[in-house]
């Protein structure tokens, strides 16, 4: 069965600092994955996407992701953060051999101190 | 094409009553979800459509859940004889699923349902 982790349930960087938030997956196939970000009071909006073509990823606003299969990792990351980074991240794992349908993991807060 | 839209927006009911939910999809997207949020919760899986054949349940789900999508395109989830616990976002999705690989989901902005 498929499944997500995320790592982390809050993480807090500073402005113009790195951004990383962890994710691993259980797949038994070879699985697609997506980030998402959901700020306050707004709709869920696709930040990346990995579905098998180039292992690292890029995203809106400087995002991107890398696919590691030896760790089953497909963490976000972004080079210097910004305000309006600030936002609910979820990692998301589908399979086409079990119907495609979207598991989310439980997500990581993402605060930016100015 | 305005994206997925989802009516109402926000319901407020009293424990012991029906509601009904409905989202209408991007265009041509043959696939449809819906999930189910709670505070500082992830999205859970409730159930999805291929047209308007629904694939899968969550076995989470009681049987007070319902959903149809009759004619492929927009789709209704009832809720019957709500309960406090119900009391929840409700997000639908849709996608294309064709002889590739699964595309990206785009969401609506969700119901949010509260029993009192």
């Known amino acids: 069965a498929q499944s997500v982790t995320q790592l982390d349930s809050h993480v807090s960087v500073s402005e113009g600092t790195p951004v990383l938030l962890r994710c691993n997956y259980s797949?038994?196939?070879?699985?697609?994955l997506f980030w998402y970000v959901q700020h306050p009071n707004k709709g869920l909006q696709l930040l990346l996407k990995?579905?098998?073509?180039?292992?690292l990823v890029k995203g809106i606003n400087g995002f991107e992701a890398e696919f590691k299969k030896s760790e089953t990792s497909f963490h976000l990351t972004k080079p210097s953060a910004h305000m309006s980074d600030a936002a609910e991240y979820f990692c998301?794992?589908?399979?086409?051999?079990?119907?495609?349908?979207?598991?989310f993991g439980q997500g990581t807060e993402l605060s930016v101190k100015p | 094409d305005t994206g997925v839209s989802q009516d109402p927006r926000h319901k407020i009911t009293k424990r012991g009553q029906n509601v009904t939910f409905r989202c209408d999809p991007i265009?041509?997207?043959?696939?449809l979800y819906w999930y189910r949020q709670t505070l500082g919760q992830g999205p859970e899986f409730l159930t999805y459509?291929?047209?308007?054949?629904?694939?899968?349940k969550s076995r989470l789900l009681s049987d007070r859940f319902s959903a149809e999508r009759p004619k492929g395109s927009f789709s209704t989830l009832e809720i019957q004889r709500t309960e406090q616990g119900d009391s929840a976002m409700y997000l639908c999705?849709?996608?294309?699923?064709?002889?590739?690989?699964?595309?990206?989901?785009?969401f609506g902005q969700g119901t949010r349902l509260t029993v009192v």
């Open positions: 999705a849709s996608s294309i699923r064709g002889g590739g690989r699964i595309t990206e989901a785009f």
């Open positions: 797949s038994s196939y070879s699985p697609s």
């Open positions: 990995y579905t098998s073509a180039a292992t």
């Open positions: 998301v794992v589908s399979e086409d051999n079990q119907g495609g349908k979207l598991i």
């Open positions: 265009s041509e997207h043959n696939r």
């Open positions: 459509f291929q047209n308007e054949a629904q694939l899968e």
